[in-house]
């Protein structure tokens, strides 16, 4: 140990701070200050993985892993979300902040720090529906930018784009109202191709009832 | 809807094939010795099938496996096949033998048609989910099947051999269809199957459990770009298609399947025909459905700008119910191609501006639809494929001068 008392002291700092984020005690500061060491500080991650280590293990002897299967994990994520295109940015919410901050920012006793987290889990969730969208609307993005399929909720949600001769191409987004009438126009096209699936060999029986909402019989 | 089903397969055939396969994939299971089943079985037809007859035959000297395939009544085609039993697995890095495939295929199919089971199937198109409750019975002679949507409208598929009613409680209306012919299997009769292993790579995955039972997976993987990935679990026991997914570079883009099943249940033929006996003085509509080509019609393909490996099924003539404010029939061409694994549907009708509005690409799941308005005609490619496949169909469409 040739480093500095100051430096040391720091360290130690720190990794009471991470101790205690490990716990659930950290206070909002700290765990600011904790996440700044883990993210700069190669040994405050080591450290980090210790803490949970020792935890794990003492929980149970089957959660002790090698500590490099967590950083190839966490180096695979970091590398996917960075290849991650944003192409929506999400809408500024509305309503007004969440009640103030209670004095722990997280907790393994629950409730008390739940309304923290209220804000960056509905932010997650309306990135999980970004993505959501994405995933449906992807196939047809040929690498330019894709629309957001519209807030149409309901039993069938469709996007719908241009084309032109070059290919398809996207336009802007549709309101919920348009995104409907273009599925209930495409509805009876939808059930006569399906009822002529029937000879598909992967097929789940049932198949043609799928669009039930959208299609009626002949009044 | 398929009808019923008069393959008389011999089980044990393609159960040995799979079996083997799995054991391969997880040389932790011990690999069961089957019994091959030399004679084989043909299968008294209801009256009026509109399928007449098919035989399998196995041979364990051969190693042949024989298909002829008695099609429509009146038609009397014949389509005999030789096709290669499964021959021993070849650790090929590009997958599966097509022999293999064709196993799966034959097992998977024979399941569907004999096997007894209740069930809830959920679709998921990851921005919506419906369920339906389906129950199928064949009791060596008739295949009766409903199909209840537990979802949005209420309305009730019954199919009893090859007619299919839909009831429409609400409405006191009751659909009747004939279920199409073709639908026995014909990737399997009209010879469409020996292009399948050209088009998907079988990979025999690592069993999983599906709906409370223990499911082998597949994945049919596209060669191509005009295709997406299939991922098939059907119930290690029976051979009872499980789950469906469809996949685009390894992401779902729908999903269908058991939430539950009972397999192996008895019969309940009541369930269908008080069904029936329900919707007693519904009004009954018969969509009328006129089989035509689409060069009588006066239509042409360049084969040239097709999807490899797509093949012309059937062209139709149909009326369209057509909702909203132009409500009413649209009378539409429709033309169906299948590439063994899935199809595409290309409409075609006279372009109406009240109507046509709406000119481009949606998306539901995995099923695509491209509407393009050319000349004085629209057209409506419908698929679960890739939109540049579709793209591809509406532009090889050519009107015959």
Redesign the interface.
Same mark, same amino acid.
């Given at each position: 140990m040739s480093q500095p008392d100051s430096d040391r002291s720091s360290t130690d700092a720190s990794r009471r701070i991470l101790s205690a984020l490990a716990d659930g005690d950290a206070t909002d500061g700290e765990a600011a200050r904790a996440f700044q060491a883990w993210r700069d500080d190669p040994d405050a991650r080591a450290a980090w993985h210790s803490y949970q280590l020792i935890g794990d293990v003492l929980r149970s002897e089957d959660l002790a892993v090698e500590p490099r299967a967590d950083e190839a994990f966490l180096v695979a994520l970091r590398a996917r979300l960075a290849a991650e295109p944003v192409v929506l940015a999400p809408q500024a919410r509305a309503e007004a902040p969440a009640a103030a901050a209670p004095a722990v920012a997280n907790g393994a006793v629950g409730a008390r720090s739940r309304a923290r987290w209220q804000g960056p889990m509905a932010m997650a969730a309306g990135f999980l529906v970004v993505i &959501?969208?994405l995933?449906?609307?992807? +196939?047809?993005g040929h690498g330019a930018d894709t629309v957001a !399929?519209g807030a149409a909720s &309901?039993? %069938?949600?469709?996007? @719908? @784009?241009?084309?032109n001769n070059s290919?398809?191409v996207p336009?802007s987004q549709q309101t919920p109202a /348009?995104t409907k009438?273009?599925? $209930? /126009? %495409?509805? +009876?096209?939808?059930a006569?191709?399906r009822?002529? !699936?029937? =000879?598909? +060999?992967? /097929?789940? +029986? &049932?198949? $043609? %009832?799928? =669009?039930?909402? %959208?299609?009626?019989?002949?009044? | 809807m398929a009808p019923v089903l008069s393959l008389g397969l011999p089980l044990r055939a393609p159960a040995l094939g799979a079996r083997r396969v799995l054991a391969r994939v997880t040389p932790a299971r011990p690999a069961r010795l089957v019994p091959v089943r030399l004679a084989a079985r043909r299968r008294l037809l209801p009256q009026g099938a509109a399928v007449r007859g098919a035989l399998l035959r196995m041979s364990r000297f051969s190693g042949a496996l024989v298909c002829a395939a008695a099609l429509t009544a009146g038609s009397a085609r014949v389509l005999a096949q030789s096709l290669k039993a499964p021959a021993p697995p070849q650790s090929t890095p590009s997958g599966e033998t097509a022999g293999d495939l064709r196993a799966w295929l034959v097992r998977i199919h024979d399941a569907a048609v004999r096997s007894n089971y209740v069930g809830t199937i959920v679709n998921s198109t990851g921005t919506s989910v419906v369920s339906s409750r389906v129950g199928h019975y064949f009791d060596g002679r008739n295949t009766l099947e409903r199909v209840d949507a537990l979802d949005g409208e209420p309305r009730s598929m019954l199919r009893i051999n090859d007619e299919e009613r839909t009831l429409w409680p609400r409405y006191r209306v009751a659909v009747i269809e004939p279920a199409d012919p073709r639908a026995a299997f014909p990737a399997l009769v009209s010879g469409n199957e020996k292009h399948i292993p050209d088009l998907y790579e079988l990979h025999v995955q690592p069993a999983q459990r599906i709906a409370g039972h223990d499911a082998d997976r597949l994945l049919l993987k596209a060669r191509d770009d005009s295709r997406f990935d299939h991922v098939i679990w059907a119930d290690h026991a029976t051979g009872l298609l499980l789950r469906v997914d469809v996949q685009l570079a390894g992401r779902t883009l729908e999903s269908s399947g058991f939430s539950d099943v009972n397999i192996g249940v008895k019969p309940d033929s009541a369930a269908i025909y008080n069904e029936l006996h329900r919707a007693d003085g519904f009004r009954i509509v018969r969509p009328a459905i006129e089989h035509t080509k689409l060069d009588a019609e006066g239509w042409t393909m360049q084969p040239a700008m097709l999807p490899p490996g797509f093949m012309a099924l059937d062209c139709v003539r149909r009326a369209l119910d057509v909702p909203g404010d132009a409500a009413g029939q649209a009378k539409v061409l429709q033309a169906i191609w299948s590439d063994g694994i899935t199809h595409v549907s290309l409409f075609i009708e006279p372009f109406q501006p009240q109507r046509h509005r709406s000119e481009g690409l949606t998306v539901i799941g995995a099923t695509h639809t491209l509407t393009r308005h050319v000349n004085d005609m629209w057209l409506t490619a419908v698929g679960d494929v890739p939109p540049a496949a579709l793209d591809q169909f509406v532009r090889a469409l050519e009107h015959k001068s």
């Open positions: &959501g969208g995933n449906v609307l992807r +196939p047809f !399929a &309901g039993p %069938l949600m469709a996007a @719908t @784009t241009a084309v290919g398809v336009v /348009q009438a273009a599925a $209930d /126009q %495409l509805a +009876p096209y939808l006569a191709h009822q002529s !699936a029937m =000879n598909a +060999p992967f /097929q789940m +029986p &049932g198949n $043609d %009832l799928r =669009n039930v909402n %959208l299609v009626q019989p002949a009044q | -």
